[in-house]
DNA sequence: TGACTCCGTGCTCATATGAGCAGAAAAGGC
DNA sequence: GCCTTTTCTGCTCATATGAGCACGGAGTCA
């Protein structure tokens, strides 16, 4: 064939179409026929003058190269690539991952991965009949967006404490009830600060028969869910006043990441304080981590690192994320 | 095996307590499963414990709620659509939109559609005799993205004055001379400043032999390119000299939106300053209006305002966009 | 030069998909 | 409640698409 500066034919409407002797433009040519204008193979075989089959190849090779990009848009939609690569990368017996496209903030985002989190709760089968919970403004929001009518007769139980002293008064409460109510179950609280002062305080609490009691329900809950919060000045224990902001700091100085269910954890998933870590009442991390389903719901730009420590040092069986954290913990930047 | 979690709906209570439409999610889901795990309709029917016909039926109507997006990523793909609704809405014979997405800077959109321009004059049928082009940096990089051999023996002309003054000196001349080398042509240089300080010395010079027969040529060319400029300080205009900064002020104070082969227009498409007009040399826009073929090249967010005054007033038969602007000029913020 | 491989092409054939239709189910009117 | 109207469902059938194969031309090596 001549290497002719490529262009003849015509369309419908009698304009020139380009015969490049290009096969990546060709491509894209077809491509722009094929999906934006949805003309059938053969007619963008017509217009571009080349055979059905010819088109058909530009448009798988146009695929695979990338350059045909398929994007659900919809705040419920969600990542299943990388939820398998998840899965697969860190064990996960599941994974939830909604789409960051067409958010605008933080708590847009922590919404959807709220609503997964709920929306995946429902799905789950068994259907649990104790749920342990945490709480937080995630734990808040997944509440929210559970469906009335859930699941029926789940029973919600605190795993760690932190009634009545949060400025957001009940709200660790309300979620726990809101979960609970819409599951036509009942809810149990902790009754206890989230961390005492003196460690022999924790241990006399603990012993505290109603304390104790709940301890155990939790202990024995057939599923657990909880988030995680980033180690930091605005964390959700120092709002409530337990730990003061430079506290926190040095927390971070040894190498804090973030806490979960109460309990400041490094990189690599240890106990950062032990001494606070005793000191801090509720389901042990060990205990958490033996657990047969425990769903973790942690999204958002800054949690990157906690997310990661939990999946790697096995925390939870279920991450619920988004996209962009799902991101970072597959292409770790790897650290010296 | 991990037993996928049922999405399928509850055949035991379905509740339309649900803010989402149930068979709205369902066709989030089965879309994920069809295009993001290409998974077969059939296949997506059992997972979702459907039939495939109502799998099809979710596939399209996902599609038509606009949840499907299906984007073309490549600097090179077009807006067919956008093109076609820009034809109709402002009876074009043609026009080219190359998309935004992947664009990091103004630099890099005029290099896409300066690189949709060469693509569409390389293919323009009948190939011209004589192609009368403007000046600027967009021009030169339409010269620059065309490809050797792009046409064979074709003249070119420039179409407004401008020699030599340029600072970036040269630019002019070498455009000209690039795109008529490339198609193995000769070149026209219009040998004249771009504006002149008094009305005699314009007519004079036009009278001029040389300059007469250039803007003879000019005049009788089968077809033009030209971009346009924005009305304001950093015009090539001011920049070469031919006008001061406050100059151009004025200008925009009486209604300037742009320049077009260096002379200022209003959103209407109106000569802003006559006086100003009388005193530059080149093709009048009027002669441009009565071009069987003239193609416009104007990609930018700061052209939107310009791009709507040139394709409402008739001045281009073909317009070379970017979808920033071809999307503004389709969805007019109206006007008091 | 001739035999050889390799790659791109156009094909056949199996499969996936969409259009259209008839019956079922649901919604609405009286 | 009963009947009409509308929507929804599962189907048949036509069409669009992808897999795989056989051919042929271009390049390669002896």
Redesign the interface.
């Known amino acids: 064939m001549s290497r002719t500066?490529?262009?003849a034919g015509r369309d419908g409407e009698g304009?020139?179409?380009?015969i490049i002797d290009n096969d990546?433009?060709l491509s894209?040519r077809a491509?722009?026929?094929y999906?934006?204008?949805n003309k059938t193979q053969d007619e963008v075989g017509a217009i571009l003058k080349l055979t059905r089959w010819k088109v058909g190849r530009l448009l798988a090779s146009?695929k695979d190269k990338?350059?045909?990009?398929?994007?659900?848009?919809?705040p419920?939609?969600?990542?299943?690539?990388l939820e398998r690569s998840l899965?697969e990368r860190f064990a996960l017996?599941?994974a939830i991952v909604v789409p960051t496209a067409g958010t605008h903030d933080a708590d847009d985002l922590r919404a959807r991965a709220a609503q997964g989190a709920a929306d995946?709760l429902a799905?789950?089968?068994p259907v649990p009949r104790t749920l342990g919970i945490s709480w937080g403004r995630t734990l808040h929001d997944v509440a929210e967006h559970l469906?009335?009518?859930w699941a029926t007769g789940v029973n919600v139980v605190q795993i760690n404490g932190g009634v009545s002293v949060n400025q957001r008064a009940g709200t660790a409460a309300a979620t726990a009830f809101e979960i609970a109510r819409k599951a036509s179950g009942q809810a149990t609280l902790l009754p206890s600060p989230a961390i005492l002062e003196r460690r022999e305080t924790k241990l006399s609490i603990e012993a505290d028969r109603t304390v104790a009691g709940v301890l155990n329900m939790a202990a024995n809950a057939s599923a657990y869910l909880y988030s995680a919060g980033v180690a930091g000045a605005d964390s959700a224990l120092v709002e409530s006043g337990y730990l003061t902001s430079s506290d926190v700091d040095e927390l971070v100085r040894r190498g804090a990441v973030g806490d979960v269910v109460g309990r400041y954890i490094d990189a690599a998933g240890m106990i950062v304080d032990p001494s606070l870590n005793d000191r801090t009442v509720g389901m042990s991390l060990d205990a958490l981590r033996s657990a047969t389903t425990s769903i973790a719901v942690i999204a958002g730009e800054g949690k990157h690192a906690v997310a990661r420590a939990v999946v790697t040092s096995g925390l939870c069986t279920v991450l619920v994320t988004d996209e962009g954290t799902a991101l970072d913990l597959l292409n770790p930047v790897f650290p010296a």
């Open positions: 500066p490529a262009y304009r020139a179409v380009e990546e433009l894209i491509a722009e026929l999906y934006d204008e146009a990338g350059f045909i990009r398929i994007e659900i848009v919809h419920r939609a969600r990542r299943l690539t899965k017996s599941d995946y799905s789950l089968r469906a009335d009518g």
